[in-house]
């Protein structure tokens, strides 16, 4: 497919999508929440990719921030509308989706763009990045699951802090609070990142994605992690994956891993 405003490879069965507006410092608006939501969903779809790497173009940004000139005369009614949309279409999708998504920080991460990073599975930053929620000065609140997202990887406390003050953090701040898992250098950012996902592809798909179902539950409303865990760890029995993994075991190889 052709986009807009994103840039998608296919590599070693790795899927980089790049967020490709650097003279608006990679700002989200709704057509590239489109392109996003477009890709991911192709990519979801495409038995050739195992993990998805989101990251932005240039040196400077990740994303920074939402396009605020799209929604500066938005009334009550369709600001509610453009949350629930990109949530849906968008952040919400990339939590749940069965195959990891990994956010590759580059620079600066600040409202939606930070929101797209947590809505990924896990983060890994270059050490010129900036993170933070500035939403409270333009009025607003985080709308794309950042006031849900953040307390659950800092805490309640920091998040209050964070969000109440638009502080902006460092990339080590975000590393200590756990916001990202590592710290790299802008020029080993993709190339680290590719490390772990080659990790993740040696084991089975089908596991993998229970494994994130599972994670996941335990931050829902209404839903019982233990029991999603008991259910999924079960499923797993049936799968090929499963006779396949611990045949390699007992055989002492390499378990070669379809997915099925």
Same mark, same amino acid.
């Given at each position: 497919?052709?986009?807009?405003?994103?840039?998608?490879?296919? /590599?070693?069965?790795?899927?980089?999508?790049?967020?490709?507006?650097? #003279?608006?410092?990679?700002?989200?608006?709704?057509? #590239?929440?489109?392109?996003?939501?477009?890709?991911?969903?192709?990519?979801?779809?495409?038995?050739?990719?195992?993990?998805?790497?989101?990251?932005?173009?240039?040196?400077?940004?990740?994303?920074?921030?939402?396009?605020?000139?799209?929604?500066?005369?938005?009334?009550?009614? /369709?600001?509610?509308?453009?949350?629930?949309?990109?949530?849906?279409?968008?952040?919400?999708?990339?939590?749940?989706?069965?195959?990891?998504?990994?956010?590759?920080?580059?620079?600066?991460?600040?409202?939606? +763009?930070?929101?797209?990073?947590?809505?990924?599975?896990?983060?890994?930053?270059?050490?010129?990045?900036?993170?933070?929620?500035?939403?409270? #000065?333009?009025?607003?609140?985080?709308?794309?699951?950042?006031?849900?997202?953040?307390?659950?990887?800092? +805490?309640?406390?920091?998040?209050?802090?964070?969000?109440?003050?638009?502080?902006?953090?460092?990339?080590?701040?975000?590393?200590?609070?756990?916001?990202?898992?590592?710290?790299?250098?802008?020029?080993?950012?993709?190339?680290?990142?590719?490390?772990?996902?080659?990790?993740?592809?040696?084991?089975?798909?089908?596991?993998?994605?229970?494994?994130?179902?599972?994670?996941?539950?335990?931050?829902?409303?209404?839903?019982? +992690?233990?029991?999603?865990?008991?259910?999924?760890?079960?499923?797993?029995?049936?799968?090929?994956?499963?006779?396949? +993994?611990?045949?390699?075991?007992?055989?002492?190889?390499?378990? /070669?891993?379809?997915?099925?």
């Amino acid at each position: 497919m052709n986009y807009e405003n994103i840039l998608v490879a296919i /590599e070693e069965k790795i899927a980089t999508i790049t967020i490709n507006r650097p #003279t608006k410092l990679n700002a989200l608006n709704k057509s #590239t929440i489109g392109d996003l939501s477009n890709a991911v969903n192709a990519l979801a779809n495409n038995e050739e990719v195992r993990v998805i790497i989101i990251t932005g173009n240039g040196e400077k940004a990740f994303v920074a921030g939402a396009d605020i000139s799209e929604f500066a005369n938005y009334n009550v009614v /369709e600001g509610a509308q453009l949350a629930a949309e990109g949530q849906e279409a968008l952040f919400d999708f990339i939590e749940n989706l069965k195959k990891p998504v990994i956010a590759a920080i580059n620079g600066f991460a600040l409202g939606g +763009g930070l929101e797209l990073a947590m809505a990924c599975h896990f983060r890994i930053a270059s050490d010129n990045a900036k993170m933070g929620l500035p939403e409270v #000065t333009l009025g607003l609140i985080p709308g794309y699951g950042g006031t849900q997202r953040l307390p659950q990887l800092v +805490g309640k406390g920091r998040a209050m802090e964070l969000i109440m003050t638009a502080a902006m953090i460092s990339a080590e701040e975000a590393k200590q609070y756990g916001l990202v898992n590592h710290v790299v250098s802008q020029a080993e950012l993709l190339s680290f990142t590719a490390v772990i996902a080659q990790k993740i592809i040696k084991n089975a798909p089908f596991a993998i994605g229970k494994a994130i179902k599972a994670i996941n539950a335990n931050f829902k409303d209404g839903k019982n +992690g233990f029991d999603i865990e008991i259910k999924s760890f079960g499923e797993c029995f049936g799968t090929q994956d499963f006779k396949e +993994g611990t045949t390699a075991f007992l055989e002492k190889r390499k378990a /070669e891993f379809t997915g099925k």
